[in-house]
């Protein structure tokens, strides 16, 4: 069965610098989002992304944050200027359409020290 | 806005027990409602879904109905086993105004004993 991938599975990073987390989405999916969870809260939206461009995007999802879809095949999430508080596992979705449920990837753990 | 909450855990539970871990919303407007599973060290897997009032999603054993009048999505099964064990995450998708990010609950530990 075709599955979400992320690399890599843990990334270490020191405060305020930039990283990329990278995500491969099913192939015939059209809709990519990326949500994160902070250890011990819930999982939380940040952004949706159809046809070359947000869609969506939640109140956590600032300036400081960018996807793109560079090529046919990756889907990425990058922090310009990391935070200690953005540590958290970053989790990449896909979908094929919208009455289909999201289909997502292991997560990548992202700490910033 | 849109939210979910869930029972706090860990819920423990002996083999072969009956499970329920229970899930509430409030929404404006009609969502679908999700329950997606967390095995350690993996991703969010979709467990079953229930798009309009009065649907039973099922899965594997597990069962959960989509009631309005509550505005609950509780999550069944009959006989757990170990292999249950897992974090399990009710959602809901708000289906108005061009959103389609989802909306998770804290989650739910089960731990399951042989």
């Known amino acids: 069965e075709p599955e979400v991938t992320q690399t890599p599975s843990h990334q270490v990073t020191q405060m305020g610098q930039e990283v990329i987390l990278r995500c491969v989405p099913i192939?015939?999916?059209?809709?990519f989002y990326w949500y994160r969870q902070i250890l011990g809260q819930k999982v939380e939206f940040l952004v949706s992304?159809?046809?070359?461009?947000?869609?969506?995007k939640s109140e956590i999802f600032d300036d400081q944050f960018s996807v793109e879809r560079p090529d046919g095949s990756n889907f990425t999430l990058k922090i310009r200027s990391t935070k200690l508080e953005d540590s958290a596992m970053y989790f990449c979705a896909s979908r094929v359409r919208t009455n289909q449920p999201q289909h997502f990837g292991d997560g990548t753990r992202l700490s910033i020290l | 806005g849109n939210s979910v909450t869930q029972m706090e855990g860990p819920v423990t539970l002996s083999e072969e027990a009956f499970l329920t871990i229970n899930c509430t919303y409030t929404?404006?407007?009609?969502?679908?409602l999700f329950w997606y599973v967390q095995y350690p060290g993996e991703g969010l897997q979709l467990l079953l879904k229930?798009?309009?009032?009065?649907d039973k999603g099922s899965n594997k054993g597990f069962e959960a109905t989509y009631r309005k009048e509550t505005t609950s999505f509780h999550l069944e099964k009959g006989s757990v086993q170990v292999s249950d064990s897992a974090v399990y995450f009710c959602?809901?998708?708000?289906?108005?105004?061009?959103?389609?990010?989802?909306?998770f609950g804290k989650g739910t530990h089960l731990i399951i004993q042989p």
């Open positions: 929404a404006t407007g009609y969502p679908s």
């Open positions: 229930a798009t309009k009032a009065d």
């Open positions: 992304f159809y046809n070359n461009e947000i869609s969506e």
């Open positions: 959602a809901l998708l708000y289906s108005g105004g061009g959103a389609d990010g989802l909306t």
């Open positions: 192939s015939n999916h059209l809709y």
